[in-house]
């Protein structure tokens, strides 16, 4: 193998999610030496070991024939470095006290014999281990050593219980099986190594060597035959293939190799969504649902944790990469051939909870393909395996079938670790090829409907929903893009809206805040439909409006509603890690479930009310289940609007009285009290009394005169942006003066280039988020009811630059670093961008 071959071998192991660095110790991080006790470790490569302990989800180990105390005293590595010794037989530095007696025996009796050959001439050495003696001749006459090992090979190696072991000019005995193999087999499934590289230059490191498999990588150091893939000469250059594997492994973990988040292209069919790369790899599934386990996340672990992938076979970027008219249908081209990819949604709305999902990849054009398919169930925590059958292709041993029909395409399956992987290459010749990955059936047979028949039925069910919306004059096909993803986001079973698509994607690039938004939040859903409705779609509101009456059945009291819920309308479960992902960028821990589920949000109440006043000014066939609806919120609001609550932004520290919060519960009064009107033509006095009051506490107790602003809570002078919603809400006019200081003051401190943070104030994590770009949105309505058009125009012109060029957008934007930060697609990023374009457009 060539040094160029081996650097790609290293690329491609620095992007596994857990990886382990093993090497031996003498002639390979040492240097051999005639006095053992002075093997001193080549400063380069120690360094270099450090380096790939101290990174994320990267552990190390040394394994070596020596003794355990001896190796810890000659590399003087750190905790984190796991070292073994004795060729696999020390774990522990206790090791000696912990063999069995009749092993001790023995020991002592190998010992006696090998002194008395040791005795016969001069410069041999013995090294007593713990559970062996190594018989040093390197420093011996020929003769003299060769006479000395036929003794000791005929004599006590033959004897019951010892295991004799061979190495550069040593035999070793020993009273206790092991090798270095089993050792590495053993750091292995302790650390959850996704791939291994071994480093070694003895007989010894065979056993290792032989271990190795799928992404695993094994280099031989100097001479001899060996089942290591790759070799190289000698210490110094140990040191540059470690040093070069640092730097590979810290660059991808810092993100140089992840794809930026905003240059995702969705796909769905209102149960579930994928995310495509430009290269057309799918790097995003999770089945059945929106929020169930990931089938493929190479979007958060690289490679290893799961894709489907297609490319020329000798390489090549993409031209161009569209959606198909106004629908989800993505395409993606190359010079010479296309992949169409669509989430089939030919038999309309999923209006059921029985069905399944298919993801179509149609290729078209000419030339060789090579494609992968490497599904990984639960995230990567439990084993693939794939078989080959007519016809595609079975994933084995799963809750669910899973196929993946693929006539006439000739796979071979290769093993990673505990999963399996199937290539194939295919040669386009102008005719199509379809690869359809079906969830939810065992059967990879033809169906009746061909392929571009259900096609052109997904093409249209999409664009045919398009078609009615009624667009604003500004940004009309943003808008139209942004309703897509709004739809998009709709699951079809219940009517629940989830927040975003995904689980994990940072707010800050290598840090903790990592959230999963893959649920639906009462709050956010309420606007997701409302926004829609203004576009002239009340389908989403309604049907999401049914999901929430379940949910309002089912509870203990209407003020005691969860903040969010599973999109089938389940309660939350624990928050968990998923360990065995690296996370994008690093940015570990990856989440799946939220502790906000346990959170108390006031400001639920106020959203799902002013969706069903938007509704009925809509005249939408509202019934009395929506006014009882109606009336359990602005009960559940008089009994808890004085209580403090986590807030919007769904803080981890003790409750405050958030403003934002308050005006909400002034909004659910409010927007009631229209509703009375409107449903039932009647005035509700006593509704009219409670929504004063609660005005009346935020004007006296959220104002800060010395701020000249509306603060974050009561109880500080810290600003949030999310305190416009005083104007915006409608509880104070757009020309109090209380309103415009607001707003000059989220300016001042919060706006920053295209974009508006949250707040500045400590929330008890590390590190620093992006700012938000709903929050950048409410700073444009504030600037529109205050007479500002051209200050809302032009921040509106700045934000629009920052979409995707699949028109796709994430929750945050982080200016200094110019990216996209946060889950995608972001519901309420959406949201605010299309209500500004509604409002410029009046």
Known sequence: MTQRELDGALEALAIVPVLLVASDYDGTIAPIVTDPAKARPHREAVVALRALASLPQTHVAVISGRALGDLARLTGMPEDVHLVGSHGSEFDLDFATSIAPEAAALQEKVKAELESVASAAKGFQLEVK???????????????????????????????GVYTKHGKEVVELGVVKTDKGTALARIRHLVGASAVLFLGDDVTDEDAFVTLHGPDIGVKIGDGESAAAYRVEGPIDVARVLARLSELRSAWLAGSKAVAIERHSLLSDQRTIALVTPTAKISWLCTPR???????????????????????????????????????????????????????????????????????????GDGRVRIEFAPRLDFGRVPT?????????IVEDTLDPIVLRSPGVEWRIESEGCHQTAIAEVELNGEAIALELRYGTGSVRELSNPVADRLLLTQSYWSAWADRLRLPSVAPEFVERGALVLKALCYGPTGAIAAAGTTSLPEHIGGVR??????????????????????????????????????????????????????????????????????????????????????????????????????????????????????????????????????????????????????????????????????????????????????????????????????????????????????????????????????????????????????????GLPGVEGGFFICASWLIDAYILLGEREKANDLFSVMLDLVGPTWSLSEQYDPPSGRALGNVPQAYSYIGLIENALRLSE
């Not at 559970?131 to 190696?157: P, Q």
């Not at 395996?385 to 292709?393: N, Q």
């Open 130 to 160: 713990p559970a062996s003696i190594a018989f040093h001749y390197r420093n011996a006459d020929r003769t003299a050593a060769d006479s000395a090992v036929d003794r000791i090979l005929n004599g006590a190696a033959k004897w019951n």
């Open 290 to 364: 929106i929020d169930s386990p990931a089938l493929f996340a190479d979007l958060l672990g690289g490679p290893a944790a799961g894709h489907f992938s297609i490319s020329p076979a000798g390489g090549g970027q993409p031209i161009s990469q569209e959606y198909q008219g106004k629908s989800l249908v993505l395409k993606t081209s190359w010079r010479d051939f296309s992949v169409t990819d669509f989430l089939d949604c030919s038999a309309g709305r999923p209006g059921q909870r029985a069905g399944r999902s298919d993801l179509v990849r149609v290729l078209e």
């Open 385 to 393: 395996d794939l078989t080959i059958r007519d016809g595609g292709l």
């Open 514 to 763: 990592n959230w999963d938004y893959r649920y639906c939040w009462l709050r956010d859903a309420a606007m997701s439909a409302a926004t829609l409705v203004k576009l002239g779609s009340t389908t989403e509101a309604m049907e999401y409006l049914d999901w929430l009456l379940g949910i309002v059945d089912r509870s203990e009291s209407p003020e005691r509603l969860s903040p969010l819920y599973g999109v089938a309308g389940e309660t939350l479960g624990i928050e968990a890690d998923v360990g065995e992902l690296s996370g994008y960028c690093g940015s570990r821990p990856v989440r799946v479930g939220n502790s906000a589920a346990r959170q108390i949000q006031l400001d639920v109440f106020g959203p799902n009310v002013e969706l069903v006043a938007l509704l009925s000014e809509r005249d939408a066939p509202l019934s009395s289940d929506h006014w009882r609806l109606v009336e359990a919120m602005v009960r559940a609001v008089e009994k808890r609007w004085h209580e403090p609550d986590h807030g919007i932004w769904e803080i981890r520290k003790p409750r405050r009285h958030h403003v934002h919060s308050k005006v909400m519960c002034w909004m659910t009064v409010d927007r009631a009290i229209h509703v009375a009107n409107r449903f039932l033509d009647r005035d509700r006095e006593d509704w009219r009394i409670l929504r004063d009051q609660i005005a009346a506490d935020v004007l006296q107790n959220g104002y800060k005169a010395n701020v000249r602003a509306f603060t974050a809570a009561y109880d500080g002078e810290d600003l949030d942006a999310s305190a416009l919603a005083v104007g915006i809400s409608g509880l104070l006019p757009p020309d109090d003066e209380r309103f415009a200081g607001t707003v000059e003051a989220v300016e001042k401190a919060l706006s920053e280039g295209p974009t508006v943070y949250r707040y500045r104030a400590d929330d």
